[in-house]
């Protein structure tokens, strides 16, 4: 679904005339921040977090490569690469951004194509449960059934990857075969494991694809928590009134203050600009319940020490509109939001709060080599 979402936008003038039908998000106070770049040259970085040890790691989802190729279920033709990779950086040391895994699965439009490289899927999100214990979510954006189509290699996309701070690592469970298994939402089947959140016992992640939020057991068994609603919205493309299902795209997952699980959503078609909601799903499990709406097109979320949620669009005005600018969001603990940070976050693709009170943001998130991570004081 994310893989399609990013060819909309780049094919997003031609439908600019007709965004005004899609109703806009609330009004927010603004508090523009500064942007410190404080990590460049990163290929396609989407997640990031803090380890035990205080260093940041970053998913890098790669470059892709010149093969084997495939046509995913969107359709999109991609060609795979072991560039997909994690960087480690400590924020208080110059020059310490470093690679520590390197030749990670990566799927991308292949070299030679107009828009090579960008948009991969591959390292998508990176969590920690403990010192030596990191974990990586690689995406892939298709029925799982397709893989086949890749050879070998097809059966590294749709995994959970475990890795220690020393470079090694080794493929873990098969997160998209629970979807082709069990389907929780009944539709279409179509997997793309995103966002992760590392418990103790547990692995939870986001499956963008089957519109679901799921668990991986410390015996590897993997079940569902919860499926996020198909919402019937305005079509942009359409006049007044005519509407067409939107699917819930769940792309971020974090634990709360009050130990439940909060789960940000990008949407599917049309990406109404305030569409998308966060939701708040019991730890064990459940129907998801809203815990903040008027959002557009969510990427990640994190809580802050002073039970403040930020939440990071990767399309700040919608993906249809052509305008890649992002934004950062504070809502507080009353319900107030407030616009950190917009001016210079272009696709922005994950959200850490740092030990030292500021907001870590990877930027760039669809490009390969232009990739940053940003450092903001709210």
Same mark, same amino acid.
């Given at each position: 679904m994310l893989r399609h979402a990013w060819r909309l936008a780049a094919a997003a003038a031609a439908a600019a005339a007709v965004i005004?039908?899609?109703?806009?998000?609330?009004?927010?106070?603004?508090?523009? !921040?500064?942007?410190?770049?404080?990590?460049?040259?990163?290929?396609?970085? /989407?997640? @990031?977090? $803090?380890? #035990?040890?205080?260093?940041?790691?970053? !998913?890098?989802?790669?470059?892709?490569?010149?093969? #084997?190729? $495939?046509? +995913? =279920?969107?359709?999109?033709?991609?060609?795979?690469?072991?560039? &997909?990779?994690?960087? /480690?950086?400590? *924020?208080?040391?110059?020059?310490?951004?470093?690679?520590?895994?390197?030749?990670?699965?990566?799927?991308? *439009?292949? %070299? &030679? =194509?107009?828009?090579?490289?960008? /948009?991969?899927?591959? %390292?998508?999100?990176?969590? $920690?449960?403990?010192?030596?214990?990191?974990?990586? +979510?690689?995406? @892939? &954006?298709?029925? %799982?059934?397709?893989?086949?189509? @890749?050879?070998?290699?097809?059966?590294? $996309? &749709?995994?959970l990857v475990r890795f220690q701070p020393n470079g090694k690592y080794k493929f873990d469970a098969d997160l998209s075969a629970f979807e082709a298994l069990a389907n929780p939402d009944g539709a279409q089947v179509d997997s793309n494991p995103y966002g992760l959140l590392a418990l103790p016992g547990r692995q939870v992640f986001t499956d963008a694809g089957g519109n679901a939020l799921n668990a991986v057991a410390a015996n590897g068994s993997i079940s569902n928590l919860a499926v996020f609603p198909t919402r019937d919205v305005q079509n942009p493309f359409a006049p007044p009134g005519v509407m067409v299902p939107m699917q819930a795209v769940p792309t971020t997952v974090t634990i709360g203050p009050d130990g439940a699980l909060y789960v940000g959503q990008l949407t599917g078609f049309p990406f109404p600009v305030g569409g998308a909601r966060v939701y708040r799903v019991p730890a064990v499990g459940g129907t998801p319940e809203i815990y903040a709406d008027g959002f557009t097109n969510i990427i990640d979320i994190a809580f802050a020490p002073d039970g403040s949620l930020y939440v990071l669009e990767i399309f700040g005005n919608g993906l249809l509109s052509g305008d890649q600018t992002g934004a950062l969001i504070r809502v507080a603990p009353d319900g107030t939001k407030t616009t950190i940070a917009s001016d210079g976050l272009v696709t922005p693709g994950g959200v850490a709060v740092g030990p030292d009170g500021a907001l870590y943001v990877t930027n760039h998130s669809i490009s390969p080599g232009g990739g940053e991570v940003v450092r903001i004081v709210p």
């Open positions: 005004a039908l899609v109703a806009p998000a609330a009004a927010r106070l603004q508090a523009q !921040a500064t942007l410190q770049v404080i990590a460049q040259g990163l290929d396609n970085p /989407r997640g @990031l977090n $803090f380890g #035990p040890e205080g260093n940041l790691y970053v !998913a890098e989802a790669g470059t892709g490569g010149a093969g #084997p190729c $495939f046509t +995913t =279920s969107e359709p999109a033709f991609v060609c795979y690469g072991a560039t &997909g990779a994690i960087t /480690r950086l400590n *924020p208080a040391v110059p020059a310490s951004q470093t690679r520590i895994i390197t030749g990670l699965p990566s799927l991308a *439009p292949p %070299p &030679g =194509s107009a828009d090579a490289g960008t /948009r991969a899927g591959g %390292p998508v999100d990176v969590d $920690f449960q403990g010192r030596g214990n990191g974990y990586v +979510t690689i995406g @892939l &954006g298709s029925d %799982p059934a397709l893989r086949v189509d @890749l050879g070998t290699v097809g059966s590294q $996309f &749709g995994r």
